[in-house]
Nanobody
Framework: QVQLVESGGGLVQAGGSLRLSCAAS????????MAWYRQAPGKQRELVAT???????NYADAVKGRFTIARGDRKNTVTLQMNTLKVEDTGVYYC?????????WGRGTQVTVSS
């Protein structure tokens, strides 16, 4: 059973930066993919960025050029550097991973961007 724990959320003014981290535990295998999703109040959860092995990376159009997903310092960790944050980036950010056909989710970390 893979467990994911996110950290790094908080309150920031528009134009500021935050760095989220996600660490997976419960497996010695390399995860197939790690990703970040977000969910704004009253909206559906949406994909923010994905990172697969060999650094295959994809971003949602809304965050391209502002967010960077990267491998963390340890195995099965991932970070999300968020720059030039906008009010519309506000939401709960979830880390997700896939392993052997199953998808796992963290509990989320709140990001609030004030105007």
């Amino acid at each position: 059973q893979v467990q994911l724990v996110e950290s790094g959320g908080g309150l920031v003014q528009a134009g500021g930066s935050l760095r989220l981290s996600c660490a997976a535990s419960g497996t010695s295998l390399l995860l197939d993919q790690m990703a970040w999703y977000r969910q704004a109040p009253g909206k559906q959860r949406e994909l923010v960025a994905t990172r697969a092995p060999r650094d295959v990376i994809n971003y949602a159009d809304a965050v391209k050029g502002r967010f960077t997903i990267a491998r963390g310092d340890r195995k099965n960790t991932v970070t999300l550097q968020m720059n030039t944050l906008k009010v519309e980036d506000t939401g709960v950010y979830y880390c997700s991973s896939r392993l052997l056909g199953r998808t796992y989710w963290g509990r989320g970390t709140q990001v609030t961007v004030s105007s």
